[in-house]
């Protein structure tokens, strides 16, 4: 039997779906994923991995609590402020589910740093607010050809989209160069509302658990548009790109480096 007596009560709900059942659990139990920011794409994207089994979890952030976090980063409470958010984040997820291998890493991700953590884990989860961040965990998923679930938001917009590493299109092959510093607006400048990286996270926590179970299909080749003042949902066809730098038939980039903020 591969599930016991207490898993099973703990994940009765989707034991019962012929899509996971006992081996797809077995499967989430035995994977690793690593959660590359702990705000408002990390917190619901954790909570839902850990909740769900998922054996071994990173997080990655260097950022400590503010009030402003509050807001959308629902892992946290007022206590927490001023706080290492990797840190608490793992005890707030070791709470939920203590079975489940919680590892925080309290620092930043540079190129120094990115390919060997995203060595450690099958499944890397972009869940920053910049974008040096997801131009590196994109080149490094690349190069060491792992699946890397993307996501992103700002006002009432959300991006998702997931990465074979060297097998579909990355993120370079939408958008081959980082945009230049002065012309990227942040969130706490354009604003964003809370339930729009609350629906990307949860999209991007199925990605991680249909890659891991190999239920469903994931959204390979594929971008996810989401509209919260519309409610809408659109998706675009994205094909690999031949001359794309980091995967195409000929990469001029074959290493890391940290880009300008």
């Not at 998922?54 to 629902?74: K, P």
């Not at 490094?140 to 097998?167: F, I």
């Amino acid at each position: 039997m591969l599930i016991s007596g207490k898993e099973r009560l703990r994940y009765d709900c989707q034991l019962v779906l012929k899509d996971i059942g006992e081996r797809g659990q077995d499967k989430l139990r035995k994977g690793s994923v690593l959660v590359v920011g702990a705000g408002g794409l990390g917190a619901p994207v954790l909570y839902y991995i850990v909740a769900a089994g998922v054996g071994r979890v990173g997080i990655v952030d260097d950022d400590v609590v503010e009030l402003s976090n509050l807001q959308r980063q629902i892992l946290f409470t007022t206590e927490d402020i001023g706080k290492s958010k990797a840190e608490r984040a793992a005890a707030r997820l070791r709470a939920l589910n203590p079975d489940v291998q919680v590892e925080p890493h309290a620092m930043r991700l540079m190129a120094a740093n990115a390919l060997d953590l995203v060595r450690r884990y099958d499944v890397v989860v972009t869940a920053v607010d910049n974008f040096p961040s997801r131009y590196l965990l994109n080149d490094a998923c690349v190069l060491e050809r792992k699946t890397l679930v993307d996501g992103a938001v700002l006002r009432m917009v959300g991006l998702a989209m997931t990465v074979k590493g060297g097998e579909t299109a990355c993120y370079r092959c939408l958008f081959p160069e980082p945009p230049p510093p002065a012309g990227v607006v942040s969130c706490s400048e354009a604003g964003v509302l809370g339930p729009i990286p609350g629906t990307i996270g949860a999209i991007q926590a199925l990605e991680v658990i249909k890659v891991l179970t190999g239920a469903g299909t994931p959204l390979y080749d594929r971008l996810v548009q989401f509209d919260g003042a519309a409610m809408t949902f659109n998706q675009v066809e994205v094909a690999r790109v031949p001359t794309c730098p980091v995967c195409g038939e000929q990469p001029t980039i074959t290493g890391l480096v940290d880009y300008d903020d």
